[in-house]
């Protein structure tokens, strides 16, 4: 893990685990801030990306997965 990412981030969430994360809160708030907090800066930047591609293809699930493949794969587990 060292090699592939700064010791510092090591311990920190992946996208997969942000989102996870994210929807074991209650909601918007200090769970979701500490959630973020975190998270390493490219979970963050990933799960950003994924959320505006779901936003512009719409509310169809399988309809975002074909169009937001990429976005996807960077925060399934």
Known sequence: MSACYPEAE??????????TCLED???PG???EDCR???RPLARLNLEALDNCR???GPDEDACRAL???EFA????
Do not use: W
């Not at 960077?74 to 587990?77: A, E, G, I, K, V």
């Open 10 to 19: 090591v311990d920190h969430l992946t996208c997969a685990e942000l989102m």
């Open 25 to 27: 809160c209650d909601g």
């Open 30 to 32: 200090a769970c979701q």
């Open 37 to 39: 907090a975190l998270a």
């Open 55 to 57: 936003v512009a293809c």
């Open 68 to 70: 937001c493949a990429t």
């Open 74 to 77: 960077r925060c399934d587990p």
